[in-house]
């Protein structure tokens, strides 16, 4: 009875009761706007009764894809049309854009306008419609409403197209709404996702000073749930993390990694602090980001004790092989003695070879000493031409070494620089005794200098130098001393830098330990390159800064 | 009982035993031993010397290369083979030595004591140790022993 009261109503007059009465069918309808196909069907339904047509349909953009989407007809039902794109710059659409435009059939018998409506229907599949109404939201199309002819076969009065113009609008707005809210609602789950289930914990802070975020992260850490600290002030949580994200709220100071240690939980965090800002870039809370730190240290600290283990047992056992050979002959002689004072042989070799232990002894406690205490460089202007010069005279005339040729090639460019002497006369002498030791039946012995530039991202061919840090310097002087001896063998080539590494007859050499500790100091470093039984060429690298 | 002189540079020592109850004189000659002294320490192939050369016949190398050669020559009732040694050590030496020989009497030598190198002396069959700085007296003992 009432339906039928409606139809005439509306079809004669806009009677306001009638209207409310349709508002707030309507109304009730939105209820159930989470569900977008059941509101569509009910809104179509109801649009079928208030205009008396064949049938209503709503056909939604699909944003994403591109395409016609979701399509919710009053007759048939729900179905999704699939794979008809909506190119934006399609004429039809920019043409619909307009929430005024309306495309009705009989308004356009022949020419590009009935055109467009023919494809229109044919995409959306609605051939018994008879108007196609866009559903424009902030201005961008969101569907189509399309509907019959009416029932009794009248046309579409003013007042009709008014009503639906009206309805259409609101209907959009409606959609947009939702559709928005849902995408809102959609992101808020994300990022609140997000931070639950971040490694490191999170507060954050108003205004008020209130904790508002609490994470999962942060219940670990500090052993508080989330209902326990949310809604309460940022003292009760913990005092020092407090003050720290009030300074951050009130100052501005943000921290970046600081390490703080919390009692009485007994841990060690990395903090991290921002001030949060609102839409109009005014400071409105804090948020502190923090990872426990103390399993890390602990590992860290756990490795480096193993590390000076496994330091502290290389150089026992190096130690002690060394000073036991030599109190072996020392002790075996002594213990010789009583029986064989007679024998003037013995009495010879008991000299030399006691004595010769006992300084033995002495030199490799001096050295392990200077290798041990090597101090920090005192930083002299000097030519290093003219330190290379003075040791390589010292070495000739005290050692005297026998069928060597001693080349020299410096270049006069390289200015002075700055370096500690005693420490790199030391370097030379090592490296020179070393090149000279290495050719015990002669050879030639070169050294040049030179200028090179070197990227500190450029990984050499070198097996030493890719197993260290290299400083950042470009620019280096270098000195390379060759030599034509046995050379050194791949295997041993990475150990040679390290002390109490021997090749020769039962030393240890700390020489070239000594020597790299000194360069090193020196912020350069030392690169090796050798053939077994052509040669070795050992390269000072010192910065030019 | 006759008992023989001690000849410094002889390879025989004359032992001679009168045993009352056979009344026969037995003489057993025995030939000198000969041990190689492996170990790259000049002093301590020295002191080794020293103290073993009146009863026994001394070879002595400074490497393990040079040991593993003279043994395969042959002749040699014991080595005192040193572990720490350049280029090759003493656990490498014994067992090339092993590889060829399975019963020659091998003493190791040693300033260190390494379980691991024990252990694997142990697997390749070794009749004693000796730890530097050794004893005079402990040395012979051993060697005396290792050599009846």
């Known amino acids: 009875m009432e339906q039928l009261y409606l139809k005439r109503s509306i079809n004669r007059n806009l009677n306001v009761y009638n209207l409310l009465r349709l508002m707030r069918r309507l109304s009730k309808i939105t209820y159930y ?54 190119l934006t710059t399609n004429g039809t659409i920019m043409w619909l854009n307009n929430p005024e435009q309306m495309l009705h059939r009989l308004e356009f018998e022949n020419g590009e306008q009935l055109g467009l409506y023919q494809k229109l229907i044919n995409e959306l599949q609605i051939p018994n419609s008879h108007i196609c109404i866009p559903m424009v939201a902030n201005g961008r199309l969101i569907g189509i409403l399309s509907m019959g002819c009416k029932t009794d076969g009248r046309a579409f009065g003013p007042e009709d197209l008014r009503l639906l113009s009206i309805l259409t609008e609101y209907l959009s707005a409606l959609l947009d709404y939702s559709y928005t809210h849902k995408v809102i609602l959609n992101q808020k789950e994300y990022h609140k996702n997000i931070l639950e289930n971040m490694a490191s914990g999170i507060i954050a802070i108003n205004l008020r000073e209130i904790v508002t975020i609490f994470n999962r992260s942060a219940e670990d850490i500090l052993g508080f749930k989330a209902e326990q600290v949310i809604g309460k002030h940022i003292q009760m949580v913990q005092g020092n993390l407090a003050n720290l994200i009030l300074d951050t709220l009130h100052y501005g100071k943000s921290y970046r990694r600081k390490e703080i240690h919390i009692l009485p939980e007994n841990i060690l965090l990395g903090v991290s602090t921002s001030q949060l800002y609102d839409n109009n870039g005014k400071v409105n809370g804090a948020a502190m980001v923090f990872t426990n730190l103390s399993n890390i240290k602990y590992a860290e600290v756990k490795t480096h004790k193993n590390n000076e283990n496994i330091l502290w047992e290389r150089l026992s056992i190096s130690l002690s092989h060394e000073i036991k050979n030599s109190l072996t002959p020392i002790k075996s002689f002594v213990q010789l003695l009583p029986n064989r004072y007679n024998d003037t042989d013995f009495r010879e070799k008991f000299y030399d070879i006691v004595l010769y232990n006992i300084e033995r002894l002495d030199n490799f406690t001096e050295r392990i000493n200077r290798f041990a205490q090597i101090s920090k460089p005192k930083l002299k202007d000097g030519n290093i031409h003219k330190i290379i010069d003075d040791v390589l005279s010292f070495i000739i005339e005290k050692q005297n070494p026998q069928n060597i040729t001693f080349i020299k090639r410096y270049t006069n460019s390289i200015p002075n620089i700055k370096f500690d002497h005693s420490q790199l006369r030391e370097v030379f002498y090592n490296l020179i005794i070393n090149g000279i030791e290495s050719m015990p039946d002669g050879g030639t012995f070169s050294i040049s200098t030179e200028i090179e530039n070197r990227n500190s991202g450029y990984r050499y061919n070198s097996k030493i130098l890719n197993s260290k840090l290299l400083p950042a310097n470009n620019k280096y002087v270098v000195i390379n001393f060759t030599d034509t001896g046995i050379g050194i063998s791949d295997e041993d080539i990475t150990k040679i830098f390290n002390p109490f590494f021997t090749i020769k007859k039962g030393r240890p050499n700390l020489g070239l330990a000594i020597a790299s500790r000194i360069i090193e100091e020196h912020n350069g470093f030392i690169d090796v390159k050798s053939e077994l039984n052509e040669g070795s060429t050992f390269s000072v690298y010192l910065p030019l800064d | 009982m006759l008992k023989a002189n001690l000849m410094k540079e002889a390879h025989f020592q004359f032992i001679c035993r009168w045993i009352k109850r056979y009344k026969i004189k037995r003489i057993i000659i025995v030939m000198r031993k000969k041990i190689l002294i492996v170990d790259d320490e000049p002093g301590c192939r020295e002191a080794l010397k020293i103290i073993l050369k009146n009863k026994y016949n001394i070879v002595v190398t400074d490497n393990g290369i040079d040991a593993i050669e003279l043994i395969k020559q042959g002749g040699f009732h014991l080595i005192i083979l040193d572990i720490i040694m350049p280029k090759i050590n003493g656990i490498e030496v014994l067992k090339r030595i092993r590889e060829f020989d399975t019963q020659l009497k091998v003493i190791i030598l040693t300033a260190i004591k390494n379980k691991e190198f024990v252990e694997e002396a142990e697997k390749l069959g070794v009749s004693g140790y000796i730890f530097k700085p050794f004893d005079v007296t402990k040395v012979t003992t051993i060697v005396d022993k290792v050599l009846i």
């Open chain 1, 33 to 86: 706007m989470s569900d977008l196909e059941k509101f569509l069907k009910s809104v179509a339904d109801l649009f079928v009764e208030i205009f008396s047509v064949t049938n209503v349909s709503f056909t939604l953009v699909d944003e994403e894809a591109g395409s016609w989407g979701l399509k919710v007809s009053s007759q048939l039902k729900e179905e999704k049309i699939k794979n008809v794109s909506i």
